[in-house]
Nanobody, 126 residues
Framework: QVQLVESGGGLVQAGGSLRLSCAASGLTFSIYTMGWFRQAPGKEREFVAA????????SLADTVKGRFTISRDNAKNTVHLQMNSLKPEDTAVYYC???????????????????WGQGTQVSVSS
């Protein structure tokens, strides 16, 4: 049984930082593209970041470039999202997801991901 468990969310002031983690089990983690998505109330789920199985390539949404970084540790079956210079508009539930396809243009599409975590709330106050 595949499980993705996010942690690290919370309440932070604008300009602050948070580091989200996602622990994976029940799958061969090292061969999966991993992604982070977020969903704010009343909005659709949107792409935030993705990372190739090897960690050698990443993709970031324009809205978070220069502020967020995605990384992974295949030895520990974890993927991280370092979020700096947080803004109130970053407030959302953040989800970790995994998909078996090769890293590329499809990695921004949530429908291509077969496994999802339960989400962790990130709230940024102004």
């Amino acid at each position: 049984q595949v499980q993705l468990v996010e942690s690290g969310g919370g309440l932070v002031q604008a300009g602050g930082s948070l580091r989200l983690s996602c622990a994976a089990s029940g799958l061969t983690f090292s061969i999966y593209t991993m992604g982070w998505f977020r969903q704010a109330p009343g909005k659709e789920r949107e792409f935030v970041a993705a990372i190739k199985w090897s960690g050698t390539s990443t993709s970031l949404a324009d809205t978070v470039k220069g502020r967020f970084t995605i990384s992974r540790d295949n030895a520990k079956n974890t993927v991280h999202l370092q979020m700096n210079s947080l803004k109130p508009e970053d407030t959302a539930v953040y989800y970790c997801a995994a998909h078996r396809e090769s890293f590329g243009t499809t990695s921004v599409n949530p429908t291509r991901y077969g496994y999802w975590g339960q989400g962790t709330q990130v709230s940024v106050s102004s």
